[in-house]
């Protein structure tokens, strides 16, 4: 109890302090009383701040003290947030739809830069890299032994139009290869193809600034092929830029229909309608959505069940009805602040609830798992009752609840099957295979080609055996089965991308599966 006391007017003195700091920062943003804050005289805050620094018992860090006191303050609820100067460049680049760097995707093997990817028209391509290269140098750092990715891209991220010499060891020949840094994108439409009978098939991983583009670009290349009924894949889906959902809602609304509005104590409720005729307003449409499917994800989700415009499949999503904005503070951080709650059309705000124990809300997914509502479809979480515009039952409260409930793949593996496939060794040996038979690979048209007719043969099963150190005993035929077709799938994905990843998986996407039947079931 004495050390509570001794301790609660430093804690006191760093939470004052951190104020005085957010409110420096947010001054932009914020309407204050200048006669307050500017009285001329050493405020309070400063007096604290000086006592601390010249009499404390050990030398005081003011920007640590600083920032774990802003990390406290602004844990009002679990969405908002402090980001330090050193992390907002990359958490903004997730959402800008680009960074700045060299256009390669790679993996580790026995720490060494293997490029597994060279992005088309990116800054590599033109420098000549290719797929199998490995980077030992940039510039004077070597880039062996570094012992993670992030040390690795360090070195080849840089300011666009700067130039980074790379030294590539390919086969056995050893090059100098100068390339010139660009704006690499960060693509939120992972796929987008023809699924089959005119039904096409678009996942999105996340809504940044440039969502909203790649979708209709590829909706329209789409519409080209023939689709008229579409599945757009929201699972695993965090959200994002709310714009880029209501854009995205409008292509399937008529009129100037409510997609969301939102609404906080210091905000005024603004409404988010329809303001353009959509691409595809009256074909039938199936979303995918789970349990990590939150934010932007729900509130387009939302918008399509409040007004009975597609079929939501497969379990509750994550339940995130918060709106924040980001607000640069003068550290060189920033501070996102939940402003306002979001409502779908008919008045739902489906954020699930939270006090003040966040490590609850943060957990409750895990307690989703151990009660089973992954498993079975959930009703305990179910709030106030709402009717759609077409009069059916929808729920508020606690997420999005699906029509059509899709339990989460239960299937156990065995122990073998378990350790080949998450050991790195299955990935370089899609790799080895992949440089080893390109040629014959490009006989494949597309990935519907490579679908009806790749089938891994026994030498695949053997060579994997080898790398794996297995043997044939440590695996049933149902083991074996379950290897061969994600080797399959991950082959795919290695040469198409997730492209060829999603649609090789889809004969076995029991979400997906439900998604095609009910649209043929449309049809008859």
Do not use: C
């Amino acid at each position: 109890m004495k050390k509570l006391q001794i301790w609660t007017p430093l804690i006191i003195a760093v939470a004052v302090i951190a104020g005085m700091l957010i409110g420096a920062g947010l001054r932009k943003n914020i309407p204050f009383e200048r006669n307050i804050l500017n009285t001329g005289n050493r405020s309070s805050t400063q007096e604290v701040f000086d006592l601390i620094r010249n009499n404390y018992v050990d030398p005081v860090n003011s920007d640590s003290i600083s920032e774990q006191a802003i990390k406290a303050l602004v844990q009002l609820d679990p969405h908002s947030l402090y980001i330090p100067p050193l992390n907002l460049s990359s958490v903004n680049e997730d959402l800008q739809g680009n960074f700045q760097g060299i256009g390669v995707e790679f993996m580790l093997i026995k720490d060494t830069v293997n490029i597994t990817n060279v992005l088309e028209g990116g800054p590599s391509s033109k420098a000549g890299l290719q797929t199998g290269d490995k980077l030992i140098k940039a510039g004077d750092s070597l880039l062996v032994n570094l012992g993670s990715s992030d040390k690795v891209k360090k070195f080849l991220k840089g300011p666009a139009g700067t130039t980074v010499h790379v030294t590539v060891l390919r086969n056995t020949e050893t090059l100098v290869v100068p390339i010139k840094r660009g704006n690499v994108p960060v693509y939120s439409v992972d796929a987008a193809f023809v699924l089959q009978d005119s039904i096409g098939f678009i996942r999105i991983n996340k809504f940044s600034s440039t969502t909203y583009e790649e979708f209709m670009f590829q909706l329209e290349k789409l519409q080209k092929e023939g689709i008229n009924k579409l599945i757009v894949d929201l699972r695993d889906n965090g959200g994002g830029i709310l714009m880029e959902a209501v854009d995205i809602a409008d292509e399937f609304l008529s009129g100037d229909k409510l997609i969301v509005y939102t609404k906080g104590n210091k905000k005024p409720t603004i409404e988010y309608k329809g303001r353009r005729p959509g691409l595809f307003e009256d074909q039938p449409v199936v979303l995918l959505i789970n349990e990590s499917s939150a934010s932007a994800s729900e509130v387009l989700a939302g918008a399509l069940q409040d007004w009975d415009r597609a079929t939501i499949v497969g379990r509750r999503s994550f339940g995130k009805g918060l709106v924040q904005e980001q607000f640069d503070i003068s550290n060189g951080g920033a501070i996102r602040l939940t402003t306002a709650r979001y409502y779908t059309p008919i008045g739902r705000n489906i954020q699930k609830p939270y006090g003040k124990d966040l490590s609850e809300y943060h957990h409750e997914l895990i307690d989703r798992y151990n009660r089973g509502a992954l498993t079975t479809e959930d009703t305990a979480h179910l709030g106030e009752a709402y009717k759609t515009h077409g009069g059916r039952t929808v729920y508020g409260g606690g997420g999005i609840t699906p029509d059509v409930f899709v339990a989460v793949d239960t299937t156990t593996y065995s122990r073998s099957v378990y350790e080949v496939l998450i050991s790195n060794q299955i990935a370089q040996f899609i790799l080895q295979y992949y440089l080893q038979n390109r040629e014959q690979l490009k006989t494949y048209q597309n990935s519907s080609d490579y679908l009806q007719n790749f089938q891994p043969d026994e030498k695949i099963w053997n060579d994997l055996l080898t790398i794996t150190q297995k043997k044939n005993s440590d695996f049933t035929a149902r083991d074996k089965d379950i290897i061969m077709k994600r080797f399959k799938v991950n082959l795919a994905a290695q040469i198409w991308g997730p492209n060829g990843f999603y649609l090789t998986n889809s004969p076995s996407d029991h979400m997906v599966q439900k998604a095609l039947s009910i649209l043929k079931e449309e049809n008859k």
